[in-house]
């Protein structure tokens, strides 16, 4: 099928980023200290581990940034032009395509074969019954659902397992075989002490959290054609699909709202606190305002801004996607705005403190000029603080899009994030019996994300940070 | 001290102007009124009468800076700028959409508000103080290790799931108290219960932990070790003399948040329907009434003014070292 490729702009950060990530990650492999302290990131069964599970929330969200439009079938009037649709798919959804079409009519539960509620139905023979209506997609190919469902289930379950225990011990033997090499040692002597826990790095728990996600997918991979693994919501989407997307929008507005406050936070605080004097009094009167705002009622006051020029101008945007995305990098830019404070602060009292140091105060008798002192000495000698911020700020901003959702400044509502599904979800509680599903779900994929984000934020900033053991 | 108060007033006026102007430029420049206006009638009713009426009613008709056509001073006091900005200094709000008076709706809403963040602010400090103590006293054994472990998972919790499963748990499942509401008098207590627990239980994680590396660091110092080898023991060690000296550390952060419990929390009190200012604000974001979003935000600042220099007041208190002058 022929496509058109769009490049949304969160899409073009997101990929910024990563060639940010991979630059520096190059970077690091030539500078024995910044390797030093990355090895003390990865000898942390916790490091380890949740960098596993942050790696796959990675995956998905970057197959999830790569946006395309499909081409539609040719009209009948053929006049030769390709008609594309107006509707912005990604990869992922590609993958997932499957899930995204099985929608049902309303509520299912997870693995059920019939919908929530009861409803009135015609009977072919005629006349009509109140019952649970079979669901279209889920379970449609069992005969008695409820008597057959559990040994379906475990009957596809096997193989899934099978191939899990395949995928873990091909991983295990990469491992080795690169343990083995760095060390130049054999292979089973390596091997030995992947499985106790004995390498350098923490390979056992990194082997381990694959294992148990590796798990999850398959069971996951195998049911998911055949069952609502995670049930439906009100309007019969599946969850699983929901929570798979929200992913993206939670990384977006984790990482893209500190890439885009970053330069002025770095600028800035680097300027106050090398320069002093006006520049200082100018820098520290503008974060001192900024911050004496409270953020929630700062980031409201601006968003409902933003939201009246979005709406103003409609012809700015060609598609619903493009509309939401620049809501959601309005967002971003928001709470990047608001956030960056916090930072600028820090860069400017380390500053300060470095100014004063020998070897910069050398270079200065030296007659080395002021940017080439910014650029060699001092920046290089703050990046930790910027590196810390990043990660620490990521779980933070998380949590924030939720809330925000919650209040009505957040994302775009027809764009998937967790906010806009625990907002949904709220009121289903309430409901006799009680929709628990969605719910669960975004908690789960939430809790796993900030979980992960925040062991990580704690081992890097143990690793990077000076004062620290 | 009462010098230094005076002239800390006075460092607060720029900021304020500052704040002030932010507002100014997010509510009527970045947007003009007529764009405001085509929003909230709807964009195929604004017809060009529809707009014009609806600025007049709520007196945006007027030029942003200077008025050519008033006589004298009103040049400049018949402006948007200085009936919806300059007045806001004299506390002197103006009326929200629905009609009512902003300044008198938020003396009304101050009361419930302050109901549930007092008592969430001084349980949730002993609770976490005593908590991270306790770590603290434990230290480098496997309660330590869990606790921490504990605290960590704890803040990754979303806010709002505190308050979902809370409100699920205890007031559905268990039906001790109302699943939300509020009365006054006495017989709020009812109400407040179950948003007041949830509200420590959901910030003991981020509070602890951060608590325990303030007492950590303090335990290494010189003088615990002189009163260990006083004979003290342990638990006297923690709360006579590490606390005390913990507390500015602590102070610096907690003493700014609390003129801002006056806004109250704008989740608990939207979940709870508790007529607080929080949810006052989250029902104004939600209706679109900038004026009222207008005039929390400048209060929002002012308290956090208030907050800073109390800060600094609370270090006398706390440090005899510490002299403002």
Not at chain 1, 162 to 172: I, P
Not at chain 1, 416 to 430: H, K, V
Request: contains cysteine; charged residues 15%; proline residues 4%.
């Amino acid at each position: 099928m022929d496509f058109q490729p769009v490049l949304l702009w969160t899409d073009l950060l997101l990929f910024v980023l990563l060639a940010v990530a991979l630059l520096s990650a190059f970077h690091v492999r030539r500078s024995p200290p910044l390797r030093e302290a990355w090895r003390k990131v990865g000898r942390r069964p916790s490091g380890m581990v949740s960098a596993v599970i942050l790696l796959a929330f990675v995956v998905v969200g970057l197959l999830d940034s790569l946006h395309y439009r499909p081409q539609l079938p040719a009209a009948g009037d053929a006049q030769g032009g390709k008609v594309y649709s107006a509707e912005v798919l990604s990869v992922l959804d590609g993958l997932l395509e499957g899930l995204r079409l099985r929608t049902e009519k309303t509520y299912s539960a997870p693995f059920a074969a019939t919908l929530y509620q009861k409803e009135t139905v015609e009977l072919p023979e005629g006349g009509q019954a109140r019952m649970y209506p079979r669901l279209v997609h889920g379970a449609a190919h069992l005969e008695d659902p409820p008597a057959q469902t559990a040994g379906d289930i475990a009957r596809r379950a096997l193989p899934a397992a099978g191939g899990m225990a395949l995928a873990v011990f091909a991983g295990f033997l990469l491992i080795a075989a690169l343990v083995a090499r760095a060390r130049r040692s054999g292979f089973v002597p390596a091997a030995a002490d992947v499985l106790r826990g004995r390498a350098v790095l923490a390979w056992r728990a990194a082997l381990l959290t694959f294992a148990g996600l590796a798990s999850v997918c398959a069971l996951a991979v195998v049911l998911a054609p055949y069952y609502h693994v995670l049930g439906t919501d009100k309007v019969g989407q599946d969850v699983l699909y929901l929570a798979l997307k929200s992913v993206r929008t939670a990384l977006v507005i984790g990482t893209i709202t500190t890439l885009v406050m970053l330069p002025f936070a770095v600028a800035l605080g680097i300027a106050a606190g090398y320069l002093g004097g006006w520049v200082d009094d100018v820098v520290q009167y503008i974060y001192t305002v900024l911050s004496a705002v409270p953020s929630v009622l700062l980031i409201a006051a601006s968003v409902l801004m933003m939201q009246v020029v979005i709406d103003t101008h409609p012809d700015w945007f060609a598609t619903a996607a493009e509309r939401s995305d620049a809501r959601l990098l309005a967002l971003c830019v928001i709470l990047g705005i608001t956030s960056w404070t916090g930072l600028c602060r820090l860069l400017r009292g380390e500053t300060l403190k470095l100014r004063e140091l020998d070897y910069v105060q050398a270079a200065r008798a030296f007659g080395v000029g002021t940017p080439a002192i910014l650029r060699r000495h001092i920046l290089p000698n703050v990046m930790h603080i910027v590196l810390i911020t990043l990660v620490m700020d990521f779980s933070g901003l998380v949590l924030a899009e939720a809330v925000l959702s919650y209040v009505g400044v957040g994302v775009d509502p027809s764009t998937i994030s967790f906010g806009t599904m625990i907002n949904m979800a709220r009121a289903e509680l309430a409901r006799e019996p009680m929709v628990w599903w969605s719910l669960s779900a975004a908690f789960v994929f939430m809790f796993l994300l900030v979980l992960a984000a925040n062991l990580f934020a704690d081992v890097v900033r143990d690793a990077f940070d000076p004062r620290r053991g | 001290m009462l010098a230094y108060i005076v002239r800390r007033l006075f460092y607060a006026i720029p900021i304020l102007i500052g704040v002030n102007l932010l507002t100014f430029l997010l509510f009527f420049v970045v947007n003009s009124p007529d764009d405001i206006a085509r929003m909230q009638i709807g964009v195929k009713r604004a017809t060009p009468e529809a707009i014009e009426r609806w600025k007049v009613e709520r007196g945006y008709d007027r030029p942003l800076f200077f008025n050519a056509e008033a006589r004298g001073v009103q040049h400049l006091t018949d402006t948007i700028f200085f009936d919806k900005s300059l007045r806001m200094f004299a506390f002197d709000f103006g009326s929200a959409d629905d009609g009512r008076d902003i300044g008198r709706e938020i003396r009304d809403r101050m009361g419930p508000s302050l109901a549930i963040a007092l008592p969430t602010f001084v349980l949730g400090l002993a609770a976490a103080i005593v908590f991270s103590l306790l770590l603290v006293f434990f230290r480098a054994t496997y309660l330590d290790t869990w606790g921490v472990i504990a605290c960590v998972v704890m803040m990754s919790i979303s806010g709002m799931f505190y308050i979902i499963g809370g409100q699920w748990l205890v007031s559905k499942l268990w039906a001790l108290v109302p699943i939300s509401g509020y009365a006054p008098g006495l017989d709020a207590a009812r109400f407040l219960v179950l948003p007041v627990l949830i509200s420590v239980v959901a910030g003991m994680g981020a509070s602890a932990r951060w608590y325990r590396s303030i007492f950590l660091e303090e335990i290494a110092r010189d003088y615990v070790r002189t009163a260990r080898a006083k004979g003290l023991s342990e638990l006297r060690v923690l709360f006579r003399h590490v606390l005390k000296n913990a507390m500015i550390p602590i102070l610096t952060g907690v003493v700014v948040v609390i003129p801002l419990l006056f806004m109250g929390s704008l989740l608990v009190e939207s979940f709870f329907a508790v007529p607080g200012l929080g949810s006052y604000t989250i029902d104004a974001i939600r209706a679109q009434d900038f004026a009222v979003v207008r005039s929390m935000v400048f209060i929002g600042s002012v308290l956090y003014i208030v907050g800073l220099i109390l800060t600094d007041i609370s270090y006398t208190l706390v440090d005899p070292r510490v002299r403002l002058g």
